[in-house]
């Protein structure tokens, strides 16, 4: 395979298929400052810059922030690939690395190169020169860095500053085709015609999008993953398609650009990403890889079976079936997935995006962490509440029996809402059994999911200032 590191052609014959680009950087030993802290995508150290996957970045950034301790070296193949090594041009340092120094931005120096990524991939697009609206930008582009010796007052500061320099970061044009190719047991189609060929020819594959949450098999649990088949180079998969009465989400769209594209469509689901990850994740991660997983904890299932939403789900002779996907999960980590099958589109209704909705999330850690219990909540078009959760069954789950409780009583007033959601506590508890585990208690899961709905209603029946003042 054939990619740029810093800006230097570079090629690689013996990586296996699930070789990261951390463990490449390292082995290699050209690009050491790129460190590894968690293997898992949680603290940032590892944060390396790539190029034109999936399009520019926010604001015509040519560069996006990824972990590259879940980055499949494959996928960077034909990319161009910068580290902290790379940022300096010469002796003059880059805006970012610059400011850490000027700020005192850093103590052991170990998360450093991590933060001067993100602070050099924030500072690519046109800063706003509001200093909170900066500060903002800084803060969303180190949601998932993390520091315990220097204090994140100093990395703040230097990221303002950074951001204002308007620094370019460098860019080589790939060479044209015939490229190099790629990893063994890595595969890139480009077409579905071919994923489908693939995925005949090799049944035994796994399919992988941004690896956010499959390459922890090989970080953490290190298994063996090859063969596997990159579908984020297939254009079909990767759209979102917003016309008509519909909208359709490519499965292997990430999260950074459904932000871009669903803000004035779904405002609410693109504010509750940001607590979904990190801004590494989700330039990397993708909604089909969250469906598909089968998680009872994936964030973004509660909000699709609020939406009622449908699946596409391609089929191996060709052609495509559709299903709900309140029908598509079986059990803990089972779907109705086929051998060949593949998730191509998520279609929700326009009508149902434009009604009001709360989605709530509540982790241990604010940011970047895995939910204890994550709440969606939707009136829908005939003014009926749908209530979702996940976190609280084998699988992300509608809450039935309270629907239809609540749906046949006067809820929505200030008068009744109250009394309404009491009750409502009786029906959660026989539509769920969650279980305990190190992030909850089945009880504190049960009571957690009853403040959830009580939240949701009250600042329906009260008015949006109402909901501030309820516990989550």
């Not at 603290?43 to 810059?49: E, S, W, Y």
């Not at 100093?154 to 951001?163: K, L, Q, R, T």
């Not at 085709?177 to 060929?197: I, N, S, V, Y």
Request: hydrophobic residues 40%.
């Amino acid at each position: 395979m054939r990619f740029w590191l810093n800006g230097h052609q570079t090629t690689v014959d013996d990586a296996s298929a699930d070789t990261t680009v951390l463990q490449y950087l390292r082995a290699s030993r050209t690009s050491l400052g790129t460190k590894e802290g968690c293997a898992s995508g949680d603290c940032g150290a590892c944060t390396v810059l790539v190029s034109g996957s999936q399009g520019e970045g926010p604001g015509g950034a040519r560069y996006q922030a990824v972990n590259s301790c879940l980055l499949p070296l494959g996928s960077v193949q034909e990319r161009q690939l910068l580290t902290v090594e790379g940022l300096s041009c010469g002796a003059q340092l880059h805006p970012a690395q610059q400011a850490l120094i000027d700020y005192h931005g850093s103590q052991c120096g170990f998360c450093t190169p991590g933060f001067a990524m993100s602070l050099a991939a924030a500072a690519q697009a046109a800063s706003p020169e509001d200093t909170e609206a900066r500060r903002a930008q800084v803060l969303d582009a180190i949601s998932g860095n993390l520091c315990r010796c220097t204090g994140y007052k100093p990395i703040v500061e230097a990221g303002i500053a950074a951001c204002g320099a308007g620094a370019e970061l460098p860019y080589v044009a790939a060479a044209a085709k015939p490229a190099a190719e790629p990893l063994r047991g890595f595969f890139q189609p480009e077409t579905e015609t071919e994923l489908r060929e693939l995925l005949a020819a090799h049944p035994e594959a796994r399919i992988i999008a941004g690896g956010t949450d499959l390459m922890l098999e090989a970080t953490q649990a290190y298994q063996s993953l090859a063969p596997l088949i990159d579908v984020s180079r297939i254009p079909s998969l990767t759209r979102i398609d917003s016309a008509g009465d519909t909208l359709c989400i490519g499965a292997g769209s990430t999260y950074s650009a459904q932000e871009q594209a669903l803000a004035d469509i779904a405002p609410e689901y693109v504010a509750f990403l940001a607590r979904l990850g990190s801004r590494q994740i989700r330039n990397r991660a993708t909604l089909g890889g969250n469906i598909c997983n089968a998680s009872p904890i994936a964030d973004t299932p509660p909000w699709l079976l609020v939406q009622e939403a449908e699946l596409i789900i391609g089929k191996p002779e060709g052609g495509f079936r559709y299903e709900r996907l309140e029908d598509f999960y079986l059990d803990y980590k089972k779907t109705t997935l086929r051998a060949g099958e593949y998730l191509a589109d998520v279609r929700l209704s326009r009508a149902r995006l434009a009604c009001a909705a709360k989605l709530y999330k509540v982790s241990k850690r604010y940011e970047d962490d895995i939910s204890a219990v994550c709440g969606a909540f939707l009136i829908n078009p005939n003014n009926q509440l749908r209530i979702a959760f996940g976190g609280m069954a084998a699988t992300p789950k509608r809450a039935r029996l309270t629907e239809a409780f609540i749906n046949k009583q006067p809820w929505q007033t200030a008068e009744n809402w109250e009394a309404v959601v009491a009750q409502a506590g009786e029906y959660l508890a026989q539509d769920f059994t969650p279980l305990t585990d190190v992030r909850a208690s089945k009880d504190y899961r049960l009571q957690l999911a009853h403040n959830l709905l009580r939240k949701a209603c009250r600042a329906w029946a009260l008015g949006a200032d109402a909901e501030a003042g309820v516990y989550a």
